[in-house]
């Protein structure tokens, strides 16, 4: 990532960019179990199928 400070404004803290990107582009790792609970939901059976 290239970051092009404007002159003038106030320095921008680049750890904190960085964290937010890890953030977004690399969330936490959702369980299997609610992977698995989530799949069935969408897939239209309901909670009759748990």
Do not use: C, D, H, Y
């Amino acid at each position: 990532m290239v970051l092009m400070q404007p002159p003038g404004e106030p320095e921008t803290n680049v750890k904190a960019l960085q964290e937010g990107w890890q953030k977004i582009m690399m969330p936490e790792p959702v369980p299997a179990a609610a992977r698995f609970r989530s799949a069935i939901l969408t897939s239209g059976f309901g909670m009759n199928a748990i």
